[in-house]
T-cell receptor, first 117, second 110 residues
Framework: EAGVAQSPRYKIIEKRQSVAFWCNPI?????LYWYQQILGQGPKLLIQ????????DSQLPKDRFSAERLKGVDSTLKIQPAKLEDSAVYLC???????????????FGSGTRLTVV | GIQVEQSPPDLILQEGANSTLRCNFS?????LQWFHQNPWGQLINLFY???GTKQNGRLSATTVATERYSLLYISSSQTTDSGVYFC????????????FGRGTSLIVHP
């Protein structure tokens, strides 16, 4: 079974530039999550999709971050404009069911490491 | 929101040693999971354990929900066990948003 695919693997941008990350979940997984992991900390959930609808985006900084999941499969996360404090690893995860951590095949991708200079 | 504290923050072991990692949480939970993040950043789901005890090979976990803590046991540690171990919980109070602890960084020397 293929895992959760993310790209790019690394990205370096200057502050105030924009950047986009892509995620392809495991086939058949209805729920998709985007996390931000700052160095030395645990992952923090940014947004959760159920199919192509948003379940929770309460921790997404909506003034600069946006995410979409068209057709209920792939997803993109965008930052515009980026700030220095956005430097982090952005992780995508998917699962069969919803409700956060319920263990329905909850699987993480390898992440995109973003450095803002 | 719910607070999650993990201890110890860092742990260095010799191969073959046993260890216990602890996760304390500040509220009742309906979900608790342990993850291992390897040195390449990949997060692997180890256990879904909101209560009770589970075992998988050299790893086992116990959650005492009434006392608001969970323990992860690693026996006969191997160098491949190195990485960061995270506890993640979701409060019974309503939101299913998972909250991760800061993790325990484990280094196993050969």
């Amino acid at each position: 079974e293929a895992g959760v695919a993310q790209s790019p693997r690394y990205k370096i941008i200057e502050k105030r530039q924009s950047v986009a990350f892509w995620c392809n979940p495991i086939s058949g997984h209805a729920t998709l999550y985007w996390y931000q992991q700052i160095l030395g900390q645990g992952p923090k959930l940014l947004i959760q999709f159920q199919n192509n609808g948003v379940v929770d985006d309460s921790q997404l900084p909506k003034d600069r971050f946006s995410a979409e999941r068209l057709k209920g499969v792939d997803s993109t996360l965008k930052i515009q404009p980026a700030k220095l404090e956005d430097s982090a690893v952005y992780l995508c995860a998917s699962s069969l069911g919803g409700r956060g951590l319920i263990n329905y095949g909850y699987t993480f991708g390898s992440g995109t490491r973003l450095t803002v200079v | 929101g719910i607070q999650v504290e993990q201890s110890p923050p860092d742990l260095i072991l010799q191969e073959g040693a046993n260890s216990t990692l602890r996760c304390n949480f500040s509220d009742s939970v309906n979900n608790l999971q342990w993850f291992h993040q390897n040195p390449w950043g990949q997060l692997i789901n180890l256990f879904y354990i909101p209560s009770g005890t589970k075992q998988n090979g050299r790893l086992s976990a116990t959650t005492v929900a009434t006392e608001r803590y969970s323990l992860l046991y690693i026996s006969s540690s191997q160098t491949t066990d190195s990485g960061v171990y995270f506890c993640a919980v979701a409060s019974s109070g309503g939101s299913y948003i998972p909250t991760f602890g800061r993790g325990t960084s484990l280094i196993v020397h050969p």
